[in-house]
């Protein structure tokens, strides 16, 4: 399994699991195919780009044609699928894209994957397929009960990589991470958005009470743990990532302007995302007995966080302008909560 295919590569946890690997894998070589959306950046892939192991192709998971081409012509072993519409408040303006690639696209490489033999089809999914979980944690097995636009979708991708196993013996693991913090995630996600505006001293904009629960792990754990799965996981098989601790928002959002030196007066309460998901939690037991933890509290992840923006504004800066600003404006004008 030596020539990797990453779809979605240059996205925030996409650009981090390539620099991982190239890391602990000399022998490796990583092809990034990228259909450069709003979300995807070069920029997060510059340390890596004069790498001989390394090359990137611009091109859309839906695409089959192009897909089987680098496929055959870089001689892939196995495909990691990163690729996909992420953000939930998107999926409810817009859903039509997230159907489209994460439903579609991922059957386009699962029918890639059977037709050249592949080794592995590797699906990064979420836990938010298992819809939100009020109490106790959700196991592998749990049904998925999804509630936005976006992890229907992915829960879609999911059902379609078993189906696959199942039908044709595509050999596909799937692993699904709770919410990912750290370097290079695009600021419409909100821990680097409330980091960004507390830098600027803007509004954070929490939605309803704050006392939505989140599962936050560092990236680079849920990294090492999708290598984990790739290499060590068995075929037809899920595999949950989290810390196993989850965290309020509003406790999230004090920490940040703790560390920040920004005030609680900061926090601006405005109206809920419609059918947001209270609570998220994982049980992780499985890919504990393959010897897979995460190894950052939430405290260490979100400190090495905003160091990170803090030290890197000439990454989000640009970002920060042109299509972002109308999509925030479209997100938030009028939502305050007096
Ligand atoms: P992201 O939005 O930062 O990046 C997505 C990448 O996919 C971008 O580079 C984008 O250009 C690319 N892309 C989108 N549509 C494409 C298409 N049709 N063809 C090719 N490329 C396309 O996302 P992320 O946060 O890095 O998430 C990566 C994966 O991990 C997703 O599948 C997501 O569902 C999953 N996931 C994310 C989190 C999280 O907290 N961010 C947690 C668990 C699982
Ligand atoms: O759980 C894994 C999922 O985590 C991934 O599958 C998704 O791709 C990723 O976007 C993320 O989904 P969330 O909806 O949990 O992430 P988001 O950063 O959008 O929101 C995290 C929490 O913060 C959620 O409870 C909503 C709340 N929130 C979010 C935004 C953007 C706010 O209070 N204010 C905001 O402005």
Not at 56 to 61: E, L, N, Q
Not at 196 to 202: R, S, V
Not at 278 to 294: E, M, P, Q, T, V
Request: net charge negative; hydrophobic share 35%.
């Amino acid at each position: 399994m030596k020539n990797l295919l990453v779809t979605g590569g240059a996205g925030f946890i996409g650009s981090n699991f390539v620099r991982y690997m190239l890391d602990i894998y000399p022998d490796y070589h990583v092809i990034v195919y990228d259909k450069l959306t709003y979300a995807g950046n070069l920029d997060n892939l510059l340390d890596v780009k004069d790498d001989p192991r390394y090359g990137f192709v611009h091109g859309d998971i839906c695409d089959a044609a192009k897909v089987e081409a680098v496929v055959q012509e870089h001689d892939i072993d196995a495909v990691v699928n990163f690729a996909a519409d992420t953000h939930v408040d998107r999926s409810l303006m817009e859903p039509g894209s997230f159907i489209q690639t994460d439903v579609y696209g991922t059957y386009v490489l699962l029918e890639v994957a059977r037709k050249f033999g592949l080794e592995r089809v590797h699906q990064v999914s979420t836990d938010e397929v298992y819809g939100q979980v009020l109490e106790g944690s959700s196991l592998e097995t749990d049904t998925l009960v999804t509630r936005s636009p976006y992890s229907a979708s992915k829960a879609g991708g999911d059902l379609m990589c078993y189906a696959y196993f199942v039908s044709f013996g595509v050999p596909v693991t799937i692993t699904r991470g709770s919410n990912n913090i750290g370097p290079f995630q695009y600021p419409e996600k909100v821990v680097p958005l409330f980091i960004t505006n507390a830098i600027d001293d803007i509004p954070l904009p929490l939605y309803g009470d704050g006392r939505q629960q989140r599962d936050y792990q560092y990236v680079l754990d849920h990294c090492q743990g999708i290598d984990v799965v790739l290499h060590r996981g068995t075929p037809g098989q899920t595999y949950n990532l989290g810390t196993g601790v989850e965290t309020e928002n509003i406790v999230m959002a004090r920490l940040i302007l703790d560390l920040l030196g920004k005030p609680y007066s900061l926090i601006q309460h405005i109206t809920d995302r419609p059918g947001h998901d209270r609570r998220y939690s994982l049980n992780c037991d499985k890919i504990g007995a393959l010897g897979w933890r995460s190894r950052h509290s939430f405290e260490e992840a979100l400190e090495k966080t905003v160091r990170w923006y803090v030290d890197n504004e000439w990454w989000w800066r640009k970002i920060k302008t042109g299509e972002y600003r109308e999509y925030y404006k479209r997100q938030y004008a009028g939502r305050e909560i007096k």
